[in-house]
């Protein structure tokens, strides 16, 4: 089985609907599929229903974008249950997400770039979801010209100007919050890491040790040698290996599908797959 376990949609920072992301997923092949939208699962109805017409198995998910020490590390959770622990998470991600970008807008001002709140909060297509660094970006592209992606590696990327670590949760709480709701937590795209070889590694077994379930071996940016370095991880650390796409929007290096992943048994039994 061909899957993608970590896609995005309008409901978070992706430029595509839940039914033009499984419309692709199908063309591209790919039969089971999860949209991993940022810090909410918002929309899951509409995306469960998308999946159903287009005849692709639906996991649902999500994906937490934790911190730590000002270092991306983010948790997607696979199978998770809208909970009370859900909500009350949700509740404080919508809260601290304005504040932040209250805080990167401020920041930006004294750099001379008049981004306002009120633009950035008109490129939220979901007006329920927490507000992301991809929403400020934008703005930036539409006040200045500079392409959104430019714009997050100069003002907005960790160690970055107008950054913000305000309300960022730390791995350990998104991989709480995700087992709260039933769920299965997995350190998405470790080769993004920005650490040291055995920093890096220390973490992951750090978070192992806390409870976390699982690691993203398949990805797109990370080299063959790094995908077999993960799952070799895995199987030391008594990790499950996912695999994704991560992607927003296809261009000629991000395709739904890509690279090619198929769950184990182990994975698909532990996350109760169901169509």
């Not at 992706?14 to 929309?43: Q, W």
Request: glycine letters at 6%; proline letters at 4%.
């Amino acid at each position: 089985m061909r899957a993608d376990l970590h896609l995005h949609s309008i409901f978070s920072d992706g430029r595509y609907t839940p039914e033009e992301v499984c419309i692709r997923a199908k063309a591209n092949g790919v039969e089971l599929i999860s949209i991993t939208d940022h810090d909410s699962m918002n929309g899951e109805e509409e995306k469960r229903a998308a999946a159903k017409k287009y005849g692709l198995f639906y996991l649902s998910g999500w994906e937490i974008s934790a911190y730590e020490n000002g270092e991306k590390i983010h948790i997607t959770g696979y199978n998770c249950q809208r909970n009370s622990a859900y909500l009350e998470f949700l509740k404080e991600r919508l809260q601290t997400a304005v504040l932040r970008a209250e805080d990167s807008v401020q920041k930006l001002k004294s750099l001379g770039i008049a981004v306002t709140m009120e633009k950035v909060l008109q490129n939220r297509a979901d007006e329920s979801a927490p507000l992301h660094t991809m929403h400020i970006s934008k703005a930036i592209e539409q006040e200045t010209g500079m392409p959104s992606y430019q714009a997050y590696e100069n003002y907005l990327a960790p160690n970055m100007p107008a950054f913000s670590l305000i309300g960022r949760p730390t791995p350990e709480q998104a991989i709480e919050c995700i087992q709260a709701c039933g769920g299965v937590a997995c350190i998405a795209h470790p080769g993004r890491i920005q650490m040291g070889f055995l920093e890096r590694e220390n973490l992951i077994r750090k978070l192992k040790n806390f409870g976390v379930d699982g690691i993203e071996a398949y990805y797109p940016s990370h080299t063959e040698e790094e995908t077999q370095y993960f799952v070799s991880l895995a199987k030391e650390f008594s990790l499950l290996v996912t695999g994704g796409s991560d992607t927003h929007y296809e261009s000629a290096d991000r395709k739904i599908g890509e690279p090619y992943f198929s769950p184990s048994e182990a994975l698909l039994e532990r996350v109760k797959l169901v169509k």
